[in-house]
T-cell receptor
Framework: KQEVTQIPAALSVPEGENLVLNCSFT??????LQWFRQDPGKGLTSLLL?????REQTSGRLNASLDKSSGRSTLYIAASQPGDSATYLC?????????????FGSGTQLTVLP | NAGVTQTPKFRVLKTGQSMTLLCAQD?????MYWYRQDPGMGLRLIHY???????AKGEVPDGYNVSRLKKQNFLLGLESAAPSQTSVYFC???????????FGSGTRLTVV
């Protein structure tokens, strides 16, 4: 059974700092990996999707990398802003199965201090 | 706006009551999923569907039933609500297995 771990559970940084969020998974036979953002009391917003054949994806100040062999993904946020404060979740989809449903980590709660 | 719409947004039920949560998507997506989110437990898959007329059990299916009679709708039913079903329920959809998920805004359910 796939297990997804995100460490740390919470992170607080001053505004302007570059930061890295970590995601690890136990089964490297993945189809894709997706990073989400969740604001308090809200739904999940997709940030980046990485297919298993890709090493990284970029969107604005966000860059996600994938290393299947080590079972790791990182989300890099450049020049953090208070508006980046949210919980960030990663989720992995398996290579097998008809639905390839995502398995989620518990998230990292990020606070960017002004 | 195009996307995934969940109704209702909030609901309080008494133990033993029944209800249906509706998920509707207008993106012609094949795959639809129901998750529940609980503090300390993360998101767990309840049921899913890979196309109209199909459903399958996820990780925590007990106490729930689903139907996908129309491609755009995925219904989650609670026949006899229990306090353990107090949670936030999220619906998601995707066009193909290679696509990312699009989530609805959630239904916050409290069973007293």
């Amino acid at each position: 059974k796939q297990e997804v771990t995100q460490i740390p559970a919470a992170l607080s940084v001053p505004e302007g700092e570059n930061l890295v969020l970590n995601c690890s998974f136990t089964d490297s036979a993945i189809y894709n990996l997706q990073w989400f953002r969740q604001d308090p009391g809200k739904g999940l917003t997709s940030l980046l999707l990485i297919q298993s054949s890709q090493r990284e994806q970029t969107s604005g100040r966000l860059n996600a990398s994938l290393d299947k062999s080590s079972g790791r993904s990182t989300l890099y946020i450049a020049a953090s802003q208070p508006g980046d404060s949210a919980t960030y979740l990663c989720a992995v989809g398996p290579r097998s199965g008809s639905a390839r449903q995502l398995t989620f980590g518990s998230g990292t709660q990020l606070t960017v201090l002004p | 706006n195009a996307g995934v719409t969940q109704t209702p947004k909030f609901r309080v039920l008494k133990t033993g009551q029944s209800m249906t949560l509706l998920c509707a998507q207008d993106m012609n997506h094949e795959y639809m999923y129901w998750y529940r989110q609980d503090p300390g437990m993360g998101l767990r898959l309840i049921h899913y569907s890979v196309g109209e007329g199909t459903t399958a059990k996820g990780e925590v299916p007990d106490g729930y039933n689903v139907s996908r009679l129309k491609k755009q709708n995925f219904l989650l039913g609670l026949e006899s609500a229990a306090p353990s079903q107090t949670s936030v329920y999220f619906c998601a959809s995707r066009g193909t297995a290679a696509d990312g998920y699009t989530f609805g805004s959630g239904t916050r359910l409290t069973v007293v």
